[in-house]
């Protein structure tokens, strides 16, 4: 009977790996320290089939052909292929993926329940001259062996909750195919504060530091390897149990050649004892078996290392900006501007430690300039408004490095995609300065006309716009404009539209039901332009002062600007700021042709709205669809409320139907009146009804185009005109097909009482 194969490496002898670790720092261009090279040997497979042949001195260097250089906007990498060991690695707690899992640094409140990350620095040490020298790889320093353990492990688990973002199941694609694409790895050297425990002979417990290899590229994979290892990351990093070992009890083993041997010695045994490879195997050794070796690649130079940790970040920035799945809305969106910051790093227009505080990987006090009396609320809008001023910049040198970051459209063509792209970015990193992130589309507030040439903001401190905007309509402006939305999102007053009523119902502190209404943030910040201004300041103010003490849940104010007891909720808010004073006026409808040609007022858009009728009461204005100048449009006829149909003649306008070719006919209201209406009822539920039908057909449509290209071998089908016409009617249908369930609502009866 043939051998069983042994398919996990043990380590190499310590010669071998010594000799490995010479020929690496003997190569050009490579600077990382002895001790992570050291840390990362036993793991390697066959390293000695990394090496080039000796020079006339017997020395030997890695071979051209296994190594790599990576180029970022912030610098240069380079990287050797290896392969390693499948449990090698360890989960990145700074991976962009999970970022909103963390309290960050820029957060100057104290009040919160999320845990910390200490900061990230490059690793340097002291030369023989007193000079002092960085190398590829990084340092930080953490209070306790506990902490790091938990920072680990809170990392991993975060990276699991964004599973749901993945269309297959990682783990299960692992143990049938293997690893098909190398993970980037780059070293970290983690430094306890605390001083370790002793044992009875004076011997520490566990070492005062600890290397290990981080997973900048390929975390998700790494965590999902060593799930089927059965072993985790914060254990290869701090120290593996001997009962993952094959052994009992809870002894730890830090040495990781000695370690690794044992872990492999059991698997193989257990592989040979279980027979051939079956997926569905209880057997460890069985499903880890297409993982036992994997390709990895290895950061070992830097042309700037004091920069490694943003170039390490940087490498996958095309990810960022196009990201896989499982990103969330506001993991991408802070990529997205975290990418657009090291490119002002790596162009010389912003200061690495101003980055570092927009970034979030830094307090915002160590900003220089930064008032000693600044309160909590002061120092989150100074970030806010600086990452503000870089996100939309005016000046040309970083208006072309943005669009180049993130491959936009000339200024000329900017689209609000793009515009709101830069507004989520802006929305995601402001969050990181509080307790609890919003949803990013609450930065959606700007017109794509008015931020081409940048935002003209104006340098004036919060501490003086909040004491003038009562009478200063430049100050109430900034504040309502650049403020408003994040700090009414920050106490859940205001949240993004989430597209339907349905999503807008929720329990309010009191424990009763109510309706959310449903609203843009645009609207939300135009009622407070178009209410009362003093209680419109009052509120900023409570919200402001909120901050200060704490957090706290701001109190309600009145409309001459009294603070009430109640707490604010958005019950509350919608009430005293209203969704209809949130609208923009309309501007008066022209007679006949002339408002169908010039597209203006609200016939143009096709939307109802509310009149009001001699009467007093609501009156209904059918809406008119929008037509061209040479087509005739058609009659529209306002009903008032109650009125009977002798009333209605005096009310109408003599506006002729559409052809055909302008859209469906819709029946003129016959001699009754409201019998005409329940005929468009029946009509406009038929059409509803064929909506879902006629975007399956299109979808249908384009999936038999897409496999009759690839089939033909055809390139493209579209012209770059038919391709951009399409796209830009799909929003335009999208958004006219949100406002249809709010108008249905409007005209329907209500709800039965419980």
Known sequence: MAEVARPFPLPVSKGEQEEWVDAVLATPGVNAPRGALSSIAPFLVEPRALLGMADGAGRRRLADRVL???????????????????????????????????????????????????????????????????????????????????????????????????????????????????????????????????????????????????AVRGNNRTKERQEIFEVTSAEVLTGVPVKRLGGEGEELVFDADTWLKRLSETLNNEYVAEGPWEPDSSSRAVRAMNVAVVEAHLVVGSTTPRRLYRIAQMSNRRDHVHPPLEFTQNDRSRAVARSVLGAYVAEGLLDEKTAEVLSGSAPVTDLPGVPSDATVSELRDLRSMMLLRQLFPTDRGRRFVIRRVLSESPPSQLTAPEVNQRARAWSALTSESYPKAWNPRIGEMFQVSDVREGLKIFDRPLRELLAVAETDDEAFEELVSYRAAHWLAAFGILEADRGSLTGQKADEDDGVEATRVRRGVRNALNALRNNSRLQAVSLLRELALAMDQGDRKPRRVSRSGERLVEAMNRTWFNREFPKETGKRPNKPRLPGPRAAASGNGAAAHGRSMEATSGTGQPALLIPARTASADVPCETVREVPDGSSSDEAPALERQITQPTASTGPWLPTPGPEGISGLEQWADELKARVSRLLDESRHAKEALDRMVDRAREENVPFVFSRGQADEIARQVPRALRTLRELPELVEALAEPQPAD
């Open 68 to 214: 790599r250089r990576i180029v970022t906007d912030a610098g240069d990498m380079t990287v050797v292929a290896v392969r390693m060991h499948g449990v090698g690695g360890v989960v990145w707690e700074n991976n962009e993926r999970i970022s909103s899992a963390w309290h960050s640094l820029a957060d100057p409140s104290e009040a919160t329940e999320r845990r910390a990350l200490g900061r990230v620095h490059p690793w340097t040490r002291m030369t023989s001259e007193g000079r002092e020298e960085a190398f590829a790889a990084l340092r930080s320093t953490v209070t306790s062996r506990e902490e790091l353990i938990a920072d680990v492990e809170l990392a991993t688990e975060a990276l699991t909750k964004r599973v749901g973002h993945r269309p297959y199941d990682l783990k299960q694609d692992l143990i049938l195919n293997g690893q098909q694409e190398p993970g980037l790895y780059v070293a970290q050297q983690y430094q306890l504060e605390e001083v370790p425990l002793q044992d009875e002979d004076g011997q520490p417990l566990y070492p005062a530091e600890h290397w290990g290899w981080m």
